[in-house]
């Protein structure tokens, strides 16, 4: 299948150049050129089938004429090691949490699925020039993407972080991981740690040295999978007898996540229609009550993996909607919350129902509160365990958060990090030298 840019003036190219590129040289994302259906029989079938097995199947739809049979089998069965339960909170809203993976988060479906299909593609190749991915993080990316990657062969990572700027939990998750895996702490800020990686793309002494590649979520390996747990969801409400008008809340900052579950209603899958739940930084919720997108500078918020003022993804989803603001508006609606709102949905939910939200997935929850309709079935992703925002959830609800056993191993972990001033130079020599 052949992948073209959203800017329409690159060359289309295979999967394995989509993946390895990410970005199209006209600065525009990769799209598949034909969305495949899935079958009546395959959605009779999917209440008897694993997460994996669900996965594997649209899998197929996506990268089966790019990817041996058997290695996306396994790319798959290896990958999604874990399970994307439905619970409920208040009926009729249920909870999809996406947070049990290695780093508690739902990034580590499409990090560690993108890791094994690039590790393929770069066997595939057969040059032995080293492969370096670059990510630089304001703390949840990095910890999936090296989660991800973590003794994948042929890949070295090398996250970028600020220096005092993340959380100690998201620090521990990719500083104590050894292997292929190197931590630089940057003497500066998140843009100066962004501005380091795209200076080192456009450098030819380095082009020439190592194959750079990046783990951003605009890469088609990394969101193109997130469609798998729309489907396993649906699973299981269609095996409780819950499948007749649902309805998906997407907390979203970059948009990966939610066009994912567009790509999945496209393949078939019976949404009645998406809710895009929104931190204060609101330019796409904006969008939808005027046809107007401002994008601009992020707000920081309790739901800070969601501080995006120019989310990557939407010219994916204007691409997909060919641009008409009208058949957005036919399937996806829009909410925003702020930090007091935030904080209020944590604390009233968990004590009127005991379920504790994390700050993202409480922006999901409210918005279906508000949002859903009588005779619909609500669906929010809760896209990080309520733990990785510790500190934040302790303060609402004036209680200890219970650190789960995996989050407790990284923070025994021994922190391993180099130091970096925030100049091209010295990350340039320091890259030459590796
Ligand atoms: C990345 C992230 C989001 C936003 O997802 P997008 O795909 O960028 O919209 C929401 N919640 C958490 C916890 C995240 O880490």
Redesign the pocket.
Known sequence: MKYYSTNKSAPEVSLAQAVIEGLAPDRGLYMPERIAQMSDDFFARMPEMSFQEIAHEVAEAFFGEDIPAETLREIVFEALNFETPVVPVAEPIYSLELFHGPTL???DVGARFMARMLGYFIRQRGDDKPVTVLVATSG??GS?VANGFLGVKGIEVVVLYPKGKVSEIQESQFTTLGQNITALEVDGTFDDCQRLVKSAFLDDDLKQRMNLSSAN?INVAR?LP?AFYYFNAYAQLQRQGLAEQVVVC??????????AGLFAKRMGLPVKRFIAANNSNDVFFEYLQTGIYTPRPSIATL?N??D?GD?S?FVRILDLYGHSHDAILTEIGGAWYSDENIRHTVKKTYEKTGYLL?P??ACGYRALVDGLRPGETGVFLE??HPA?FAETVETIIGQPVEIPEKLRRFMEGTKQSIEMGADFAGFKAYLMSR
Do not use: C, E, R, Y
């Open positions: 988060a739902f990034k949840d990316t999936a979520s969101f997130q997407v907390p979203s900052g970059n948009f990966g996540n939610l066009t739901a993996a969601m995006v989310p993804n994390d993202h997935g896209t990080a990785k």
